[in-house]
């Protein structure tokens, strides 16, 4: 479909629009919206195959709901690209995750259609829930609200607390399963066959399809004859299904499934539900990377493929330059294989995060001894205390970010119990477009102030590796390696192992005229800008710390006799972090060095690539050069 085929989306810049195009239209709305993805998206890389699952969803809610004034809330986010079309963003849906773009999540400071930011999975039924139960203490009686929420993201724990307190206090709250099996990678877990149970039983499925047509004859229908349908529908699924319904339990009127693609049956079911009160399931099936065939048939790679042609699905590759560095996550991959066949007492855990961790590498090899928990963070520390507590090691993968939603499993469930975990946190510092939600900047802060906890953060690959060796060793503890997003610099990478002292980093050159002292890999940021500098005559002397927790104490006080100006440089929040540890330090042992500390500032930090956001923080190459120059020409007489 061409450009100028897009006569109806032509039309709508906002829901106000689409309320204006007849019903009968609707399926070509639904046509052109998702035509409109494609283009983008194989231009503008972003998350594709669970926007394209939701396109009839979309139009539908939009169509039915009264947006803005109703409350709509997407769960993580990942599917709301044509929300974001339909809601006055079209023209400028092509900076979608671009540095200085819009956000590629729903995000309430960039549009009064987003009524709550996301990014992290499974926080829309609680957020609706509070928007529900305001809206009934305002007495907004005619305000609606509605939670879209994935089967994958129904594995969390805080889902099923949003549920259960939704079913005490009776708010007017509609939440849509949007059930297509998958997460980024499959789901896994008791939820999940439940949910296929519901789905694939033909015979369920036909008496409740008779049953929804009854109560379409009774639009009005006074609350008696309501409640009958209720006991007689719930009934039929005890019958049926030989369990009661795991939603009416939790005293949610659960409605379906449906075909989440037929836009016009949506229309109608949506508009029903509007006149009926309290909390409501509606569950409906689609297929994520509906519309591109090959998103519907790879839907793991799909899920945020990169750029493509959009004729034929072919992966646009980069112009390969000869051999390429891993990605770190690949090098953790690998390094966790080799390692689990010299150690059996190693395990490796994820959160839903098989492929994106390359927890996957250990599944294939070794899947009695690889666990993929769900979208469940908390649960994934707190199992791998357990299995710890019972001799094994288990490597727990978390992207930095979601460990947030870990914390208290991290220091009640691991450290205090002083078991040996070892968090392998992925995507630690400013990972790029997927922006201020996905950011791993605080993990070095957070971790830091717990007691038994080791934190560790490679400058390279074998850096990496041989942290994860140390990390396995005898009466280890607690353990935390944190790494970037993306590669490295290093193809020779996979070398023999070596113990990596705790709490002793590293000079890698000596100097006069400064100190630098990083942790982790944006130490090759000073690497470059020390190079670049001592052409200039500049002498830096530069220490790779190498371990936050505990710190090389004997390395800072060489550094503290030498050196009046140090700065320190960390890939994580400014207050904390590295920088904080070497003040502290300072200040304890009586030290009177200056130091500057560069890392992320106190501010939320937007989408970009990497290199743009370290530039704008201030660390990149040739922020380092300039923060060096300032300090010796403010400080050097």
């Not at 089967?151 to 949007?178: K, Q, R």
């Not at 508009?271 to 990377?289: A, F, M, R």
């Not at 946190?425 to 957070?446: C, E, I, M």
């Not at 670049?532 to 710390?545: F, N, P, R, T, V």
Request: aromatic letters at 8%; one cysteine or more.
């Amino acid at each position: 479909m061409a450009q100028a085929d897009k006569k109806l989306l032509d039309q709508i810049n906002y829901p106000e629009d689409l309320k204006k195009i007849s019903e009968d239209d609707l399926i070509q709305v639904c046509s052109e919206l998702r035509q409109e993805i494609i283009e983008q998206v194989s231009n503008n890389p972003g998350h594709f195959g669970a926007s394209l699952g939701v396109v009839e969803l979309t139009v539908a809610l939009h169509y039915v709901m009264n947006t803005p004034y109703d409350n709509l809330v997407w769960d993580v986010g990942h599917q709301a690209y044509g929300h974001k079309i339909l809601t006055g963003r079209k023209d400028v849906f092509h900076t979608n995750r671009q540095f200085k773009g819009i956000s590629g999540f729903p995000n309430r400071q960039e549009s009064e259609y987003d009524s709550f930011t996301v990014g992290h999975s499974s926080t829309s039924i609680s957020a609706a829930l509070g928007m529900a139960v305001a809206a009934q203490l305002n007495g907004e009686t005619d305000r609606k609200t509605v939670a879209v929420i994935g089967d994958g993201s129904m594995t969390a724990g805080l889902a099923f607390e949003g549920l259960n307190n939704a079913a005490g206090n009776n708010a007017d709250l509609l939440v849509i399963l949007n059930d297509n099996n998958m997460a980024i990678d499959p789901n896994t877990g008791g939820l999940n066959n439940y949910l296929l149970d519901i789905t694939t039983s033909q015979t369920y499925n036909k008496v409740k399809n008779d049953v929804w047509r009854l109560l379409g004859k009774f639009n009005r229908i006074n609350p008696n004859t309501q409640k009958l349908f209720q006991k007689v529908e719930n009934g039929v699924k005890t019958i049926l299904l030989k369990q009661s319904n795991l939603f009416e339990a939790l005293n949610f009127r659960y409605f379906g499934p449906v075909d989440g693609h037929d836009v016009n049956h949506m229309v109608k079911v949506l508009s029903d539900l509007q006149k009926i009160p309290g909390p409501k399931i509606l569950h409906c099936i689609t297929k994520k990377g509906k519309g591109f065939k090959q998103a519907e048939i790879d839907q793991t790679y799909w899920h945020a493929p990169g750029k493509f042609d959009k004729e034929t699905g072919e992966i646009i590759q980069s112009k390969d330059n000869g051999p390429q560095a891993p990605k770190f996550q690949d090098v953790f991959g690998e390094t966790l294989v080799d390692l689990a066949k010299m150690n059996d007492k190693i395990v490796g855990i994820t959160p839903a995060m098989p492929t994106g961790s390359s927890m996957n590498k250990l599944m294939e090899a070794m899947p009695e001894r690889a666990f993929d928990v769900g979208i469940a963070e908390q649960h994934a520390v707190t199992f791998s205390g357990g299995l710890a507590a019972q001799g094994k090691i288990p490597f727990c993968a978390i992207y930095s970010s979601f460990m947030q939603r870990a914390y208290d499993q991290v220091i009640h469930d691991v450290a205090l119990q002083g078991v040996n975990v070892v968090f392998c946190l992925d995507r630690g510092g400013l990972v790029g477009a997927d922006g201020a939600t996905h950011h791993g900047v605080y993990d070095l802060a957070f971790m830091r102030c717990v007691p038994n906890l080791t934190i560790a953060a490679p400058l390279n690959e074998i850096e990496l590796r041989n942290l994860m060796f140390t990390a396995q060793q005898e009466n280890m503890g607690a353990f935390s390696i944190r790494y970037p997003r993306g590669r490295g610099r290093i193809i020779d990478w996979k070398q023999e192992f070596e113990i990596l002292p705790v709490g002793k980093g590293q000079k890698l050159k000596d100097g006069d005229d400064l100190a630098i002292l990083s942790i982790g890999a944006i130490g090759t940021e000073a690497i470059d800008a020390i190079e670049e500098l001592e052409k200039e005559g500049i002498s830096i002397a530069h220490y790779d710390m190498r371990y936050l927790k505990p710190l090389d104490e004997e390395l800072l006080d060489e550094v503290f006799s030498k050196h009046n100006n140090i700065i320190t440089l960390e890939d994580g929040c400014i207050v904390g972090g590295l920088g904080s540890a070497v003040l502290e330090f300072m200040s304890d042992n009586g030290y009177q060095s200056r130091i500057t500390r560069l890392g992320v500032p106190d501010k939320w930090v937007e989408q970009g690539t990497q290199q743009e956001l370290y530039k704008e923080c201030g660390y990149d190459k040739e922020g380092i050069i300039a923060t060096v120059n300032k300090v010796l020409a403010k400080h050097t007489s």
